[in-house]
């Protein structure tokens, strides 16, 4: 059963153009949430996250979004760049928690 | 000065081998896990490893075992490897009060044939 969920496998966006990758999650528990980008033949590297106490985290080009009565976080990528193409991974962790909850990711490709 | 390793990166074996994988982390890290990509890159803990209490997830069959030489290495041993058993298997580290999440090694893609 999965508790973490990315339904669209994949994006392309015009390189300068807003990416908004989404991501979905049925439990209630989950009080922190983290965005991994991943390229071929690499690990998983971490973006940015938010708690649940928050509603929006931003770092430079990165926003990420939490609407926790809808269980919705998005990624906003601005302007998206073409070294922005990856696989993007939502996490979740419950509180209290070491594990991480992994959706199945969404690949960007950035059109330049 | 790689955070995370594996070793090996690619590893092909045939059905009924017995193989293992290495991880080290050199972060300083309390906490370590193997994680699984299957074929559908549903990226799936299989193990985390803590001050020497294991947590096993109940799916993984028990033909997979961690070993924990000390705090900065989980290796992972598969006994009697079958086909189903190919994906790529990451290593991670995480520290305990520190919210970025885990540090992940680059991954080991494991064939069996």
């Known amino acids: 059963d999965q508790q973490v969920k990315q339904n669209s496998p994949s994006l392309s966006v015009q390189e300068g153009r807003i990416s908004i990758l989404n991501c979905d999650y049925t439990?209630?528990?989950?009080?922190?949430f983290l965005w991994y980008k991943k390229y071929p033949a690499e690990g998983p590297t971490f973006l940015i996250s938010?708690?649940?106490?928050?509603d929006k985290n931003e770092d430079g080009r990165f926003t990420v979004f939490l609407n926790k009565s809808a269980k919705h976080l998005s990624l906003h990528i601005v302007p998206s760049q073409p070294g922005d193409s990856a696989v993007y991974f939502c996490?979740?962790?419950?509180?209290?928690?070491?594990?991480?909850?992994f959706g199945t990711g969404t690949r960007l490709t950035v059109i330049p | 000065d790689t955070a995370v390793s594996q070793t090996p990166k690619y590893l092909v074996t045939q059905m009924g081998n017995d193989k293992s994988i290495k991880c080290e982390q050199n972060?300083?890290?309390?906490?370590m896990y193997w994680y699984k990509q299957d074929s559908k890159k549903f990226l799936k803990i299989m193990f985390s490893?803590?001050?020497?209490?294991?947590?096993i997830n109940e799916t993984v069959p028990n033909r997979f075992s961690p070993k924990s030489p000390d705090k900065a290495h989980l290796n992972l041993h598969i006994n009697s490897l079958e086909l189903g058993d190919s994906a790529v298997y990451f290593c991670?580290?995480?520290?305990?009060?520190?919210?970025?999440?885990?540090?992940f090694g680059s991954g080991t893609r494991l064939t069996v044939v």
């Open positions: 991670a580290s995480s520290q305990r009060g520190l919210n970025y999440g885990y540090t």
């Open positions: 972060l300083g890290h309390d906490t």
């Open positions: 439990n209630s528990m989950f009080d922190y």
């Open positions: 490893y803590n001050n020497k209490e294991l947590i």
């Open positions: 938010i708690s649940s106490i928050k």
């Open positions: 996490a979740a962790r419950e509180t209290g928690a070491n594990n991480l909850f």
